[in-house]
């Protein structure tokens, strides 16, 4: 297994725009979880999923944002009408179920999102 | 509202110095998780503390749970630059039933050779 893959790792995209960023988890883990980090802050929660099912979604993620996990192992976060403030940081982890919540995450490397 | 304050923020030493770095909260923790995150990259997990008091070592790294599960330490003895890069404390969420961890906003340590 190579870990967590997220894909791209880079996207610069004009306001207004639509994107979408894909995260492929440790096979063997059934929680997956979108962060989102700005320059000199520590990453905040977006949302998590318990194989497909969407379990929880911060305030932070507002209509625009939209998470999906078909099937359980891919997972997909597009957002919407992108704003400049959107950009950042945008981080998946996995861990298996019976570690969720007290024994640490396995990280991507994340997709920098530039909005112009 | 669960928090985790890191102090300093920012961290700049030479190499072979020795250096602590705090992550406190008013709230008690479970457990805290420390992590380190070098630019560009996702954060990589350095070690988990469950019970207050608990002290762990990695090699160089010695981190501490606060007996009373509100802060934690970490401590390197004789810094080298590959310590460089961004050390978080992380915690689970006090609702156990939400499967998110809170972040610090994290040390930035620089060593210089």
């Known amino acids: 297994d190579t870990g967590v893959s997220q894909n791209p790792r880079h996207k610069i995209t004009k306001r207004g725009q639509n994107v979408t960023f894909r995260c492929d988890p440790i096979?063997?883990?059934?929680?997956l979880y979108w962060y989102r980090q700005t320059l000199g802050q520590g990453p905040e929660f977006l949302t998590y999923f318990q194989n497909e099912a969407q379990l929880e979604k911060s305030r932070l993620l507002s209509d625009r944002f939209s998470a999906e996990r078909p099937k359980g192992s891919f997972s997909t976060l597009e957002i919407q009408r992108t704003e400049q403030g959107d950009s950042a940081m945008y981080l998946c982890?996995?861990?298996?179920?019976?570690?969720?919540?007290?024994?640490?995450?396995?990280f991507g490397s994340g997709t920098r999102l530039t909005v112009v | 509202t669960q928090l985790l304050e890191q102090s300093p923020q920012f961290l700049s030493i030479q190499e072979g110095e020795n250096l602590t770095v705090y992550c406190n909260s008013s709230?008690?923790?479970?457990?805290l998780q420390w992590y380190r995150q070098e630019p560009g990259e996702g954060p990589v997990l350095l070690v988990t503390v469950v019970t207050g008091g608990e002290v762990k070592k990695l090699k160089r790294l010695t981190f501490q749970f606060g007996d009373a599960r509100k802060d934690s330490s970490l401590h390197i003895t004789a810094a080298q630059p590959g310590d460089t890069g961004l050390y978080l404390c992380a915690g689970p969420h006090e609702k156990r039933s939400q499967g998110n961890l809170i972040f610090g906003k994290g040390t930035k340590l620089s060593v210089k050779p």
């Open positions: 709230s008690v923790f479970s457990s």
């Open positions: 982890a996995s861990s298996p179920s019976r570690f969720a919540g007290g024994y640490g995450y396995t």
């Open positions: 096979s063997e883990h059934n929680r």
